[in-house]
């Protein structure tokens, strides 16, 4: 990192504190104890960011220092930049409190998910740069589509509580763009090396995530549907649990445990769009498609289309966020009774378009940084590696 | 896994999801703020199951990507089966919503208990008709227990609030019952190898275990006796894991960090049936008995029964859960004022009886699908291990 | 462990018992629905006591075992031990329920900050007596701090809500005090190897701290300013993780995972004691200074102070804790608007002097009990390490 480096982010940090400062509470104090069970639903998000997401990506064997040291950063990142855009009223009004915060970790996971794809190709100062990039077009799109920004959809007219299309297939499709201008023909030779322990770690990571889902999917739903939502969501998880064992055995010979560890995960994605208004039979069959399509995405198409672009994705996000996020906000057109299937449509289409240009365009700016030397090692960066 | 079992498994989903279709919403809309606390208490059982029992299983030191595969699968085959058949009404009224949900979720401890006592001698698929066949069972016994079932014994007669009984003694009981049908001679002899890694990550499942066995205790406490619940079950954790060490070290010439990572939590076990009635002087001590009766088991005990019946119970189920289940259950007609000694002395009787007579038919329906190769090894059946 | 220990253990949980049945509950039932809020933050904290700072101590390589153990064993002596004490109204009034427990949770942590000095240096039961020590200087501390004990500081003068100066800085000094008692020529030779697995297991630690670091701060506070306590935590720990990353680089050539893991949660430790006052602006400047001021501690003051004095500190708990927390409890001089600073200074200057005098003299008490053959390792107490 260079000193001019050093310059930037501090100047950025200054903005960030004037920012900060206009940034006053606006408390709600006519539900404190609903407020504070926001509270307990932004921490078990945390948890799923930074336990989650970090160890999720520990799969990756030498680089696992790298990949949470990485989690952290891209969160600290995230979150105070929302918070700072959202206080500033650029996209729309202002959400106070820990409205704001969870809107905030909302944003960072996005932006974990398409870190995912160039997961050990970036320098650890281009996780940075690229949280500033994502940020402010994540936030276009979520004010768009959810809350009729420059009156292209009408508000509230887009079904999506717990973010599938906001910020699963957003985040993945982000990272398919940026990983369009990137991954060196050594990079791509360069295969990804696990381990039982990096496994372990991995698991840890998958279980984290799914543990907290039903909390990220109601986090920001009325106390009183609260229940049905996480119901709803543990629901589907285990279907997409389900799928995946049995698709891994039939499509591979023996269990993946990559599989495993991100396709259970894709009922929690897909479920996102129609969290609180599925019943569980709709929950369990979101759930069993999601597991079944995501295992696809893994063991057939992520082989084929890595070879046919030269590219890699390092997690797989595509096939653990993009094709069931997608999934499922289509699948908001069958079960949320009422919707306005054109808005539904119109709005994934937007975002879908949205998030592979900024993606491409945020690749090409990263690229004037520079590139890493080796790809997936902690060694070029940290001390006793 | 055979083609045939793809279909029974395929039928009983589709079966499952017909069941679901009925599973119709029944909200309570009068305490929306008291069930949103269950539901994080939900969430913190989630915890337990996945994370606590998961990791502490990892212990082997070979067999850590099966035994994390295999939690998710039981967790996802209990939960789903047990809101199935509590809609169905089959074995009493129906509890919706996130009631019927916490529930489940004891039901899959229990299952995840039995399966502890065969883990790494069950292909992936067996564990999945383990859990098939386990929680209809389960569910006959918590319904003639807790609920009046069959009118054996008297509704609400029988204290088991955080059940030791119910849930840890049927388990471990459960699992007795199924290694009395297995354990080949090939599979006395193999040692169940250890490392410093997979006891650390046995001690991450313990230590998430310990955190939130409070919660599990009063998931369903009513809200003004859930504080006192909570602060009984921390003492009587913190007098069993004392108890644990000094045991330990008299009854070992050094520490087991196996006595440390499992006994500790005997007192969770223990406090079970009376998390509610009883005050800290009692809890404490039922946590430090616990925790001397579970090393106790694990040190002298264990080797001894081993030999003698030939037989392996992989994670000394009956000596976290079993003996200290049993131990807890007699308790409660010492703490809990105005219990009904005879009712609740035929329950713990009862339990025990079922638990160990329909696991060991259940061990005899296992057998008929195989058994694995090599015992406690992942190359079996994954990728890459 | 020679028997006579174990005679004075079995006094001393006697004592205990005796002492609980006096702990008869008085329970609030005006606020049930916010007790219970509090027992969650309750569990959040155990999290961080037992995962947090068990998993974060694992970074000695060889000494994982050890340091699981010993935390479960430091937090289950000082929890019942606090309550005992509690109840016996010996430090002012008592504090029944769940308050009582939290309080006993924050005892547990500023005893956990105090053993990571002398980490894999005492032998497993000295840790218990080291937290049989610690507890009463502890609370006589907190009593006089916060709420006017002896008469020395005026009642609800000083500002130390999420805990800077009376669980941060009273751990850490006393830890230095400890550690001027100890520390052989051979035990400062031997280097304190961390290793891929360490790290990442460490790392574990740090985000479980990070995470739930909100609640240990909210833990007390009343309802209505739980949300805005836990946006300002996150946001200074969002400062202090991007300004330990950026200070590490300069600092150091490379980025130090062990840096990451523990300066990112300095920013937790220096808002504590203005949590509740804070705003976003000044929560990130505080974050920002200590990532700063941990980093330093870490890269600069530490080699040359254990050079200087040749003591060992094993985890820099002087960096984590002590020098951030010292930076919190004066920061509350500028943020907190009415305070007095004379009251506020002279509880920072009497909470040093305690701290470092008590460590000193229980150092020299623990050394009558001898001394560990091999430091940082866990064969010379732990059997098939």
Known sequence: MKKSSFGVVFSLLLVAVVLFSKACWAADFLNPVEDVQKCDRALHVMAMLLVGFGFLMVFVKKYGRSALTATFLLVSVAIPLYICLNSSGLFGGFKPGVEGLILAEFAAAGLLICAGAVLGRLKMSQYILLGLLFVPCYMLNEWILLSGGLGLLSKGGFA????????????????????????????????????????????LGSMVLWIFWPSFCAALVPVARVPQTVVNVVIALCGATLATYITSCVL?????????????????????????HANPGSSIIIGLCA????????????????????????CGVMYLHGLPGLMGGIAAVFVVSGLNNRIQLTGIVFAVSLAFLSGYVSGRVLELFGRRVTAYEDAEEFLDA
């Open 160 to 203: 999506d509580t717990g973010g599938s299309i906001v910020i699963h297939a957003f985040g993945a499709l982000f990272g398919l763009g940026l990983i369009m201008t990137m991954t060196t023909q050594k990079e791509f030779e360069t295969p990804i090396e696990t381990d039982a322990v990096s496994d372990r770690f991995s698991m």
């Open 252 to 276: 591979r010979r023996k269990i993946s445990i990559a599989d495993i560890a991100n396709a259970s995960l894709a009922g929690g994605v897909a479920i996102g769009s129609t969290c609180d």
């Open 291 to 314: 597991g079944v399509l995501s295992v696809f995405g893994f063991a057939v198409i992520q082989s084929w289309l890595q070879k046919k672009i030269a590219k890699v994705d390092t």
